[in-house]
Nanobody, 124 residues
Framework: QVQLVESGGGLVQAGGSLRLSCETSGLTFTVYAMGWFRQAPGKEREFVAAISRGGSGTTYGDSVKGRFTISRDNAKNTVYLEMNSLQPEDTAVYYC?????????????????WGQGTQVTVSS
């Protein structure tokens, strides 16, 4: 049974930082590119960041470039999202997802497995 479990969300003031983690089990982690998406209230889910299987390739959504960093630890089957300079518009439920293969996708439909999400709230 494949599981993706996010953690690290919470309430933070504008300008602050959070580090999200997504621990996976039940899949061969190194076979999957990993991504983070987010969904704010009343909005569609949007792409945040993704990382290749080996970790050398990353891509980011325009709204988070320069502020967020995605990384992974293949020994721990875990992907991370370091979020800095957080703003109220970053408030959302953040989801990690796994996409089998070498290509790093920004499209939700290309992801095979999803976590349940973790809430991030940024106060002004």
């Amino acid at each position: 049974q494949v599981q993706l479990v996010e953690s690290g969300g919470g309430l933070v003031q504008a300008g602050g930082s959070l580090r999200l983690s997504c621990e996976t089990s039940g899949l061969t982690f190194t076979v999957y590119a990993m991504g983070w998406f987010r969904q704010a209230p009343g909005k569609e889910r949007e792409f945040v960041a993704a990382i290749s299987r080996g970790g050398s390739g990353t891509t980011y959504g325009d709204s988070v470039k320069g502020r967020f960093t995605i990384s992974r630890d293949n020994a721990k089957n875990t992907v991370y999202l370091e979020m800095n300079s957080l703003q109220p518009e970053d408030t959302a439920v953040y989801y990690c997802a796994a996409s089998r293969g070498a290509v790093v996708f920004t499209t939700q439909s290309r992801y095979d497995y999803w976590g349940q999400g973790t809430q991030v709230t940024v106060s002004s």
